[in-house]
């Protein structure tokens, strides 16, 4: 996949900005016992700098009240969900705010979009999701079998990439919609757009991109990817719990979607139920203008994708790090392709034999480590690999991670696996 740097002049972003970035954070204050937190758990959802914490409260102490009133407060209410509408546009490379709609999170947003996809297909269309896709690019379109749509599923290989050829042979003159996450949750693994996007347009299929995992990590530019929809989630991304869709522009308004007479009809709008969370919308501007300021450039787009480049590329040191210190230990190993040449999201799981993974990450918990453990939600992956009983220990890493977090995190490993040796 290609990173997008165009126009990009980049500012260093190293451990002195990372010692910087940290202050901004306060949940990383925080401490169990003797030690502080570390967490480890990005992929998971990512902490919140201070900018954030208060533009949400800003909203609840300045604008509390609902869209649609003659009053100055809701007329504020008005501008600052075109604002953030306007980052997410900025953060995607969208054409324009009128693309993106919001939700309450990404799987509640692609159960909406497949609602209204599913009106225009009739029994017998076929659908394409993955074995590597997280359930919330999976279940929704699953659903639809219940239709009459057949669901055909793309292997995934012994290396963690998605077999191609087994993707081409699941797409067919039928095929109406492919559903593929541009990067796993569980193994890191980038996948390969290009080939996804040119089987799509082969059979005039609408593609459909869980950038969930992507958005955390690569500067994204929708219109480059050529995608139709495109869904991701801010809490991935330094923000508040708040689901984003990217429409193509004019397809959202050619779909039947779930929406009451009594609401906007045309899009963004016309696929957003009920009321937005609006103070937290403005936590998410604050969350796209906060990395913004880690970049350079004329524009909020251009520091976006500047701050997103150098971003990648110091966690991907630190993902490269972790994933080097321990695969030294014995009976390790580490699942997903390598983090090198990459593209490869900076997010390393492992098995550890003899040790399940919720034992290991009670350990690392009980020293002030959080990592995740189990199957994340993508849990056909673990299916795959037949990982489901022993689960995997997944580590990911954030802007305000260090490698002092990865030195306490191999020394944690370490001690488990010289007693797992001494017991056995
Ligand atoms: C790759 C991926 N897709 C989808 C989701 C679901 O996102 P949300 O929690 O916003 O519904 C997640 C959440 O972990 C994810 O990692």
Known sequence: MTVFLTEVNSMPYTATECARARQDFPALARRHGEHTLAFLDGPGGTQ??????????EGYRRCNVNVGGMFDTSLEVVEEVAKARHAIADFLGAPSPAEISFGPNM????????????????????IVIT?????????????????????????LGPDG??????????????????????????????????????????VGAWLVCDAVHYAAHFPLDVQALDCDFLLCSAYKFYGPHIGVLYSRPGLLDQLQT???????????YRIETGTLNHPTLMGVTAAIDYLATWGNGTTRRTQLLSAMGVLASYEHDLARYYASEVSKFPGVRIWGPPLDPGPRAPTVSIT???IPATQAATHLASLGIQVWAGHFYAVRVLEAYDLVKDGLLRTGFAMYNTREEVDRLVQGLRQLVARASVAA
């Not at 896709?133 to 292997?155: F, I």
């Not at 779930?258 to 963004?268: N, S, V, Y």
């Open 258 to 268: 779930d929406c009451l007479r009594t609401q906007k009809q045309e899009a963004p």
């Open 352 to 354: 550890l034999e003899g």
């Open 48 to 57: 919140v700098p201070n900018r954030v914490i208060d533009a949400i409260s």
């Open 161 to 202: 990439c998605l077999d191609p050829d087994n993707f081409a042979r699941q797409v067919t003159s039928r095929t109406r919609i492919i559903a593929i996450g541009l990067a796993s949750n569980s193994l890191g693994t980038v996948t390969a757009l290009a080939l996804a996007r040119s089987l799509a347009r082969m």
């Open 107 to 126: 799987t509640t947003l692609n159960f909406a979009l497949s609602h209204a996809l599913a009106r225009a297909l009739v029994p017998g269309d076929e």
């Open 131 to 155: 074995q590597l896709d997280h359930e919330a690019n999976r279940g929704p379109w699953l659903k639809l079998a219940e239709r009459g749509c057949v669901v055909r599923e793309v292997r």
